[in-house]
């Protein structure tokens, strides 16, 4: 396969002239195909995906976003979560456009874009790096004037940020509709909300020789007691279970005095997600030993009516531009606002495969088309909620 370096430097953000488009108002007749520049958008994507910001570490993508759109339409504010609000008229807003910038990766993965056979690859650049850019042009050419949107970079949406920069954003500007954007899943409108519970689960005891002390009960035989039939018993239970982090020991030749995992479990139906937080009460680890368990998170499952207006406006803008009709599920930024009772889907910007891995990839033939959905999902929805 033939790969090479991004080139940034080939896709100036600024030679691309905004001022040729009339902002005085949403118009969609005013934009074509030609609007938008894939290499506009690689290239912002590009920039962004190469910045460390894993979850809790966003505030560097954050400071690159207010520079880049120093000259752009609206008004911009940093809020009390850390997120960059970029609004585009007075409150109350018709609709919010969730597009968190944080992602999976920490700050000792080495970051870098490269181009190969039609793909872009690297760490982040499908989930979200892509998806911001994608804001962003769609933003600075489709929306201006004293429209009801507000776009709002969040933070902490990944890992265990709780959600915590959709939560501030949906309690606090109240939208009337909320549309969450991810760079991955542009096949499929997101009309589910895959609620989570994370914990933590610990045990301890007193260690020793794994000779002379021979007998003693063990932290790591226990905790691997326990996470067996937790995960025996999700599948009865309707849940996907994920044991993510395992870690405890001080050697071979020593019993545990420590044990640990990180545990997951996800649903759609949040009476499951109810019923396994209530029995993970019951759990009990054998004598000598201690047990916690922490709770570390808790993502909301929710769900919005494939009959709701917002769903069918969201279709129609996609059949405009020849994206299919399939509706499914996923855990995004959505979740927040459907938790308090704010109709919320969330949608794809691109093509693309192994989200969450270092060899993470988007096509980048499909950015455009992302492009166009965004800008039809935004015409759409505005008249839908026309007062």
């Not at 096949?187 to 909300?193: G, P, Q």
């Not at 260690?207 to 790591?220: K, L, T, Y």
């Not at 905790?223 to 996907?240: D, E, F, P």
């Not at 479990?265 to 201690?290: I, K, N």
Request: with cysteine; proline share 4%.
């Amino acid at each position: 396969m033939r790969e090479v370096a991004f080139d940034t430097a080939a896709f100036d953000a600024a030679a691309f002239d905004a001022a040729a488009f009339d902002t005085a108002a949403f118009d969609t007749a005013a934009f074509d195909t030609a609007a938008f520049d894939t290499g506009v958008i690689a290239a912002d994507a590009v920039a962004l995906a190469e910045l460390h910001g894993g979850t809790g570490h966003e505030g560097v993508r954050i400071e690159w976003l207010q520079r880049r759109l120093r000259q752009a339409p609206g008004k911009r504010h940093v809020d009390d979560a850390g997120n960059l609000v970029w609004a585009f008229g007075p409150p109350p807003y018709r609709l919010a456009v969730l597009v968190h910038v944080d992602d999976v990766f920490d700050e000792a993965t080495l970051r870098g874009v490269t181009q190969r056979d039609g793909w872009l690859c690297g760490p982040g650049i499908g989930d979200n790096a892509i998806a911001v850019a994608t804001a962003v042009a769609v933003a600075e050419r489709a929306l201006a004037g004293s429209l009801p949107v507000a776009i709002v970079f969040t933070v902490g949406e990944e890992g265990l940020g709780g959600l915590r920069g959709a939560r501030h954003a949906c309690r606090e500007l109240a939208p009337g509709a909320v549309l969450a954007l991810e760079g991955h899943g542009r096949d499929r409108v997101f009309t589910e909300a895959v609620g989570s519970l994370r914990v933590q689960v610990t045990v301890t005891g007193p260690g020793g020789h794994s000779w002379w002390d021979r007998g003693r009960p063990s932290a790591v035989h226990e905790i691997v007691r326990l996470l067996h039939g937790l995960v025996g018993a999700a599948a009865a239970a309707k849940l996907a279970v994920n044991v993510g982090l395992l870690d405890g020991g001080t050697g071979v030749n020593a019993i545990a005095a420590r044990a640990a995992a990180t545990v997951e479990w996800r649903a759609t139906d949040e009476a499951a997600l109810d019923r396994q937080e209530a029995a993970l009460a019951g759990l009990e680890v054998s004598p000598g030993l201690r047990l916690s368990v922490q709770r570390l998170d808790r993502r909301p499952a929710g769900s919005v009516p494939v009959t709701h207006p917002l769903v069918a406006a969201v279709l129609r803008a996609r059949a405009s531009v020849g994206l299919p009709q399939a509706t499914g599920n996923g855990s995004t930024d959505a979740n927040a606002a459907l938790a308090i009772g704010i109709p919320a889907v969330a949608l794809g910007c691109c093509e693309g495969e192994d989200m969450h891995a270092p060899t993470e990839r988007i096509r980048v033939d499909s950015i455009v088309t992302g492009a166009r959905q965004l800008q039809a999902v935004l015409a759409e929805v505005l008249e839908l909620t026309r007062d």
